[in-house]
């Protein structure tokens, strides 16, 4: 096995962890954003809030996609799942 072979080995199995760490924690992470994100806003007087905003929204627009990253949990873009 070479070199790259185990970098790309070592990168699945982090991505795996950090998967199984989101599907775990992933309410508390969100509730994190949110906490931190108001903390940062409280501090700047509100002089960033749209950018705090926003920056905390793609926080966790991308907490979303490694949430949903298993197969058949994936949602259309209107987010709610297809009627069975």
Known sequence: MGFLDK?????DTVADKVGEAVDKHGDKIES???KAAG???D???????AKIEGAAG?????L????GDHPG???P???TPPAP
């Open 73 to 75: 949990d994936e949602q």
């Open 64 to 67: 979303g996609k490694l949430e």
């Open 77 to 79: 873009p209107g987010g």
């Open 39 to 41: 903390f940062v806003d």
């Open 7 to 11: 970098l790309k080995g070592a990168k």
């Open 32 to 34: 994190g954003l949110d």
């Open 58 to 62: 793609k926080a966790k627009d991308a």
């Open 43 to 49: 501090k700047t007087g509100g002089k960033y809030h």
